[in-house]
């Protein structure tokens, strides 16, 4: 069964920057694709950052592109992401996820953007205050 583990959420001032970390129980090897994800009260789950294994491609919806940063370690098993600037709409539980990306960097933005990753982690909450 896979696992996913995020950690690093807390509590922060509008402005200031947080990094959270994810935790794989396997290697999701060069056809995967990695994802984070947030859902803020009463909103629907939305992709914040993907990043395809095959080349290290990355993807940012605009509302964080610019601010938010993807990366990996695959020697880990790690997925990390990068939050600057931190504003209060960015308050929500964050989630990392991972999905077969039938070698497609194509397909992961749109498995990102459509909300469809398989394999989900049970999220760390951020809290934004201004």
């Known amino acids: 069964q896979v696992q996913l583990v995020e950690s690093g959420g807390g509590s922060v001032q509008a402005g200031e920057s947080l990094t959270l970390a994810c935790s794989g129980s396997?290697?999701?090897?060069?056809?995967?694709?990695m994802g984070w994800f947030r859902q803020a009260p009463g909103k629907a789950r939305e992709g914040v950052a993907s990043i395809f294994n095959g080349d290290g491609s990355t993807y940012y919806p605009d509302s964080v592109k610019g601010r938010f940063t993807i990366s990996k370690d695959s020697a880990k098993n790690a997925l990390y992401l990068r939050m600057s600037n931190l504003k209060p709409e960015d308050t929500a539980i964050y989630y990392c996820?991972?999905?077969?990306?039938?070698?497609?960097?194509?397909?992961?933005?749109?498995?990102?953007?459509?909300?469809?990753?398989?394999?989900w982690g049970q999220g760390t909450q951020v809290n934004v205050s201004s």
């Open positions: 396997r290697y999701f090897g060069s056809d995967y694709c």
């Open positions: 996820a991972a999905d077969y990306a039938y070698n497609s960097d194509t397909y992961c933005v749109s498995a990102l953007t459509q909300v469809t990753f398989n394999y």
